[in-house]
């Protein structure tokens, strides 16, 4: 058999060609780890381009105007996901055939900010009508508002449709409260396929925002041990909490901040309070005070470490983000984010 000889040029040319299939590879790789479900970061690249930037200008100047508008549009992204997955049944209206989610005990007097969805939705509808989704409005307004609290950016999924139908039970029963147990937590957030690691960074969006007196009123009053107040909650942060929610005669929609040093800072101030004893809600304490519990661990570690907590919160929202999507031809693209076409 005769020697095969290869000329230098040959073999250059052979590495060029194996090196650009490996990048190709690389590069598919990349693209199918960036959809899931269906949905892709470039899913209104053509058909809408100037989607995103819509929604971040509605929502920079919503935030600008009242800071904590930033908690509510991320609090709305978080129970619409947790009812039948992230499908914007949250957003709709009564109708003859169900009840609004709306009125749901975790969301009455709690979740706000639909005005500003309807106002980015106007938006863009005179962009490109039909085309971007109510569901998919709410996970870029979450991810902004982060943004604009100093919180960390990520790309946001895309590609989602919007819901015929609201489940006032779904949300009564599938959104943690803030007097769940720490098995109640983690069984919730399991059901939606999240871990504890997602548990505890996603609690962490409680660096921001506030709370009502009737969400965290049994542990100033109710919880005792050995008839002592309870002993996870700083005795001087009690006092506080006692002089804004007292026990008898006060409205108990009187509202406190979630973190009292920087409330509307995304920042780990959160952590650092619930290892000092001033977690607001019970579900934001028993995340430390589990003892034996891997949460613990989690909560010191992103006490420490800023981008520990930053890296992990976006990677979190994302998995959230991408709780039972509808795409394709399920669902719709509603004209009006608070009604079925």
Known sequence: MAQIKHSPGLTLQFLSVLIT???????IQTVDAQSCNGLSHHFYYKSCPK???????????A???????????????FHDCFVKGCDGSILLDDTSSFTREKTANPNRNSVRGFGVVDQIKCELEKA???????????????RDSVGFSGGPFWKVLLGRRDSRSASKSGANNDIPGP???HQTLETKFKRQGLNVVDLVALSGAHTIGLARCSSFK?????????????????TTYLKHLRAVCPQTGTDDNQT?????????RFDINYYDNVVAGKGLLASDEILYSTKGSRTVGLVESYSTSTHAFFKQFAASMIKMGNINPLTGSHGEIRKNCRRMN
């Open 21 to 27: 299939g490996l990048a190709l590879m690389l590069w």
């Open 51 to 61: 989607a995103q930037a819509i929604i971040k200008s509605v929502v920079e100047d």
């Open 63 to 77: 935030v600008r105007k009242e800071a904590g508008m930033a908690a509510s549009l991320l609090r709305l992204h």
């Open 128 to 142: 490109c009508p039909g085309v971007v989704s109510c569901a998919d409005i709410l996970a870029v307004a979450a």
């Open 179 to 181: 007097n769940s147990t």
């Open 218 to 234: 049994a542990r100033l009053y109710n919880q005792t041990v050995n008839g002592k107040p309870d002993p996870t909650l700083d």
């Open 256 to 264: 406190t901040p979630l973190d009292p040093v920087t409330p509307i």
